[in-house]
């Protein structure tokens, strides 16, 4: 690995903008789920009998969204560390160390 205080410098301004894209990913899960929740606030108020199959399914959508969530931000941690060190798993498609750290 190499490593000069430049290098590091520039990894590490690399991986805060990592952490903004994580970031603004989570920002938008989260979004998503407190809509999820809103709508089954809403469908339970406006009609209790019509609207029940409507509920049962955005009740049932809930486990899955915060299974993504949590799957997208654990991705996240993974890129934002391996942003850090110098994209190894990146740099293991052999594409080079010079298009690997322009790519990423």
Same mark, same amino acid.
């Given at each position: 690995v190499q490593v000069s205080p430049g290098l590091t410098v520039l990894r590490s301004i690399y991986s805060v903008m990592a952490v903004f894209m994580g970031g603004f990913l989570f920002i938008l899960g989260f979004?998503?789920?407190l809509f999820l929740?809103?709508?089954l606030v809403s469908v339970f +108020?406006? +009609?209790q $009998?019509? $609207?029940i199959a409507d509920f049962v399914?955005?009740?049932f959508s809930v486990p899955v969204f915060v299974y993504s969530l949590a799957f997208a931000m654990t991705l996240v941690t993974s890129f934002?560390?391996?942003t850090f060190y110098g994209?190894?798993?990146i740099r293991s498609f052999g594409l080079g160390v010079v298009f690997t750290e322009w790519m990423a």
């Open positions: 979004d998503i789920l929740f809103i709508h +108020n406006e +009609n $009998g019509i $609207g399914a955005s009740f934002v560390v391996d994209n190894p798993f």
